[in-house]
Nanobody
C-alpha cells in the first residue's frame, strides 16, 4: 500500500508565500506521477498541476501557472507545492495525489490521496 502524508498549510495574508509538502511511503515504486488539487467549500476539486516522479517534468493549470511551483523534494518520495503571491481565492483544502500511470488533470486519474491540508488566505 501507498500512503501520502501532507504537511504545511495554515493561515496567511494575501501576497504571502506558503509551501506544502507531501511524503509518500510504502509501495512508492508504483508511482509514476503526482499531482496537487484543491477544493473550496461548495466547489469541485480543482486540478493545480502535476509532476512526473522520475523526470520531474511538470504541468500546471492556467489558474496557478506562474504563481505555484511543483517540485520534488530531496527524495523521490517527497512532493512540494510552493505557492506565491497568495490570494483569498486560493483558500481551500489542498490535496496531493499519486498515480501509477501518466498523471492527468482529473481526480479520477489518481489512485492515492493525502489527507488534505487547509490553506486560508486573509485579505
Amino acid at each position: 500500500q501507498l500512503q501520502l502524508v501532507q504537511s504545511g498549510g495554515g493561515l496567511v495574508q494575501a501576497g504571502d508565500s506558503l509551501r506544502l509538502s507531501c511524503v509518500a511511503s510504502g509501495t512508492t515504486y508504483r508511482v509514476k506521477g503526482m499531482g496537487w488539487f484543491r477544493q473550496a467549500p461548495g466547489k469541485e476539486r480543482e486540478f493545480l498541476g502535476h509532476i512526473y516522479r522520475l523526470s520531474e517534468s511538470t504541468y500546471y493549470a492556467d489558474s496557478v501557472k506562474g504563481r505555484f511551483v511543483i517540485s520534488r523534494g530531496d527524495t523521490l518520495n517527497t512532493l512540494l507545492l510552493e505557492m506565491n503571491n497568495l490570494k483569498p481565492a486560493d483558500s481551500a483544502v489542498y490535496y496531493c495525489a499519486a498515480s501509477r500511470y501518466n498523471p492527468g488533470s482529473d481526480p479520477g486519474d489518481y489512485e492515492w490521496w493525502g489527507q488534505g491540508t487547509q490553506v486560508t488566505v486573509s485579505s
